[in-house]
């Protein structure tokens, strides 16, 4: 029996990854940074902190403090915030109407730690999801893809077992860290990496969008 589906936010709620791509590429340009729309796709679901610190240990062989790459994903926030507002992913209302009809909870697992995303979150989708039932970046010292978001996820649901719950991902870093919780995890190809990017993370089984996700979920449920 299912008792919770985990979302990510990015890539899965809303239509965004796009807008991060060019928060990423702009910000960290000003910080002698060379970051690519690929890898901001390829780090998607990593806390942003975690994924500056990276890029510079990379580029520029130093480490940095978690404090000085906050300052620099700032700035990345900045530029975000500054972009249209992404648009709901089509099919996800549907897909959680179906969810919450069946008595299932909702939760939502995101590497980010932006408040304003996160109020976005109560405000389009508040009738399924409730603010204790959200994770964030600051809830964990670890990011994806290490398991330790999902399994605050599982706490948060209700102190779940991870056979209780569905992960719904559309970034490898995320399914792999759906996978490490020990969690069934959909993958649905929202972006522009190839289908065999998100199944060798090890998805077990792969949409194509939210959509067809949706259109197939009482037969995905109904065989787990």
């Known amino acids: 029996m299912k008792r919770a589906v ?3 936010m990015d890539g899965v709620l809303y239509d965004s990854m796009g807008n991060h791509a060019v928060a990423w590429v702009q910000s960290m340009k000003k910080f002698g940074i060379t970051m690519t729309t690929d ?3 390829a780090t998607e679901g990593a806390r942003g902190v975690d994924t500056i610190r990276y890029m510079v240990k990379q580029q520029q062989g130093r480490e940095i403090t978690e404090e000085e790459s906050q300052l620099m994903y700032d700035e990345k926030t900045r530029i975000f915030h500054s972009l ?3 648009p709901i992913m089509p099919g996800i209302l549907s897909l959680m109407e179906q969810i919450d009809a069946a008595g299932i909870g909702i939760g939502v697992v995101t ?3 932006q408040r304003p995303l996160i109020q976005r979150i109560l405000r389009d989708f508040g009738k399924y999801v409730s ?3 959200i994770v964030t970046a600051y809830d964990v010292k670890r990011g994806k893809p290490h398991p330790d978001p999902y399994l605050m996820g599982l706490q948060k649901a209700g102190h779940l077992q991870p ?3 569905i992960v719904v991902e559309n970034a490898p870093l995320g399914v792999r860290a759906g996978v490490a919780a020990g969690i069934y995890t959909i993958a649905v190809n929202t972006g522009p990496l190839a289908d065999k990017v998100l199944l060798d993370a090890g998805a077990n089984i792969l949409f194509p969008t939210m959509i067809a996700l949706s259109d197939s979920w009482k037969e995905v449920l109904s065989k787990l």
């Open 39 to 41: 890898d901001a796709y």
């Open 6 to 8: 985990l979302f990510d």
């Open 84 to 86: 249209p507002e992404a």
């Open 163 to 165: 056979s209780e719950a």
């Open 131 to 133: 603010p204790e039932h």
């Open 111 to 113: 590497g980010s730690g």
